[in-house]
């Protein structure tokens, strides 16, 4: 059965929902090709099969909450809704507000049910662990959350720290002096900061120590205390490294380790101290344990098709072996 519906567009400028050029209308309709669907103002006009159109609506509906709840679409966004469960992406997680304004007074929020899920296991855990693919907003949700305990004087300090595998934790090689030589391993930490503190507040902070950023062989020795301490690319560390890394927890301290479990640099055959910490520590109930996935990729649309093309051929490999 047929037929034609018209939806209204209320309290949003069509412009922004729809996007530049039209271009998450157009990604919303390639859903649905047997609808006819068109646009004219504030009116979404649909004609096709009953049950079709239905979907539409739910689904639209969806989208036009999403917009209301964060001002923004994308057409990842789009495709998560889309999912037969995307109604959980509107969940009412208590994580869902606003972490902090970074610069130019940009909400920085936290976008998807597991990035929801880990703002609230950061507020009821002292040391969580958050493992998931590449643009799942791993790091970058947990400096949020470590910059916000900072201005709310939870913590006394920020440290942030990676093994620096890709140059072997052997840096003499490189040109420059030591922190030349572990910038560029350290640069996606200092590229989310860049985006929630003013230029030359962090200068002054980094400074100053009130923010660290370390490659984890200088952790070794260390208690670290009254800190937000994040450990990036966790999946890098060997199993030495990761409990000599959680056990530089000191008191009133917040540990956030991150990692990717499709992204391990160690050489072939040395365990993941990640995936070591996980297995034996999973029956701790205190340390909190958040697996992020596709549905939460928040980069380019096309890094989702690249995760799961991946993902797909490890299985198959994994099949064949």
Known sequence: MTGKRTLEIQGINPAELFGV?????????SFYPKLKVTARGHQVNISGDEEDMDEFENKFDLVIKHF????SLTENNIDNLMLSDGITMLSNDNGSETIIHGNRGTKIKARTVNQ???????????MVFAVGPAGTGKTYTAVALAVRALKAKEVKRIVLTRPAVEAGENLGFLPGDLKEKLDPYLMPLYDALRDMIPAEKLSDMLE?????IAPLAFMRGRTLDNAFVILDEAQNTTTMQMKMFLTRMGMTAKFVITGDMSQVDLPHRQRSGLSYALDILKDVDEIGVIRLGQSDVIRHRLVK??????DSAEDAERKNQ
Not at 116 to 126: A, C, E, G, W, Y
């Open 21 to 29: 050029n039209d271009v998450n209308f157009r990604h919303l309709k």
């Open 68 to 71: 209301l709840k964060y001002s």
């Open 116 to 126: 929801r899920k880990l703002v609230q296991s950061v507020n009821t855990h002292d």
């Open 208 to 212: 100053f120590g009130i923010i660290e």
């Open 305 to 310: 098709r690249i995760v799961a093309a991946f």
